[in-house]
C-alpha cells in the first residue's frame, strides 16, 4: 500500500521527502540500466566490420591506454550508447545520460563528437569533413579532437585486443553512482 499522493496538486512536503530519499537510495539502479544499453549494443552491426558493443569497448580500452581518466573511459565507452535507442540523434542522448555525471568539457565531447568524427568519412556521404571547424575556439576542442582522431575512429579493429564489458563494469557504476546534479 503507498502513502503517497494520486495527483500532485494533493502531494506535502513529507510525501516528497520519502521521494528524494528513495531516489537518492535507489541512484544504483542507473549503472545498471546503462550496463543493460551497453550490451544491448552487441545486436547492432548494421554492415561496420564490429559490432556497437566491441566498437564501445575498444574506444574505452583505447583511452584506457592513452592513459585517460576513469570519467574519460567512462564517457568513452558510453559516447555511442544513444544507439541502443536510435542512430541518427545518438550523440546527444548519449551526451544527455552522461550530463549529470561528467564535467561539461566532457559533456560537450559526445554532444558534438559526430561533427568531429566527420572528418574521417564525411566526404564519403557528401558531408562536410571539416563539420568540426564550427567549434573552433572551444575549450574542450582538443579535447574533443583527440578523442574523435586518437580513439573513436580507430575502434573498429575486430583483430584488436579490446578488453571485455566487466573490465570496466565497476567504473560504470562508480561514475553513474554519484551524480554532480540531479
Ligand atoms: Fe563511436
Not at 544499453?37 to 561496420?48: A, K, P, V, W
Not at 558510453?78 to 564535467?103: F, Q, W
Request: aromatic residues 10%; contains cysteine; hydrophobic residues 40%.
Amino acid at each position: 500500500m503507498t502513502s503517497s499522493f494520486t495527483r500532485m496538486d494533493e502531494s506535502t512536503a513529507e510525501q516528497w521527502g520519502v521521494i528524494v530519499q528513495e531516489t537518492f537510495t535507489n541512484q544504483p539502479r542507473v549503472g545498471e540500466y546503462v550496463l543493460g544499453m551497453l550490451r544491448s549494443l552487441g545486436g547492432i552491426t548494421d554492415g561496420f566490420a564490429v559490432d556497437q558493443l566491441t566498437h564501445s569497448l575498444q574506444t574505452a580500452t583505447l583511452a584506457e591506454r592513452a592513459g585517460a581518466d576513469d570519467e574519460m573511459v567512462v564517457a568513452a565507452l558510453c559516447h555511442d550508447v544513444g544507439k541502443a535507442i536510435s542512430v541518427p540523434n545518438h550523440p546527444r542522448i548519449s551526451a544527455e545520460i552522461l550530463r549529470p555525471y561528467v564535467s561539461d568539457d566532457v559533456h560537450w565531447m559526445i554532444q558534438v563528437h559526430q561533427d568531429f568524427q566527420g572528418r574521417h568519412y564525411y566526404a564519403h556521404l557528401g558531408a562536410d569533413p571539416d563539420a568540426r571547424d564550427q567549434h573552433r575556439g572551444h575549450p574542450a576542442y582538443a579535447l574533443a579532437a583527440r578523442f574523435a582522431d586518437d580513439w573513436d575512429q580507430q575502434a573498429f579493429d575486430p583483430d584488436y585486443d579490446t578488453l571485455p564489458l566487466e573490465h570496466f563494469e565497476a567504473r560504470v557504476r562508480a561514475v553513474f553512482g554519484a551524480p554532480r546534479s540531479f
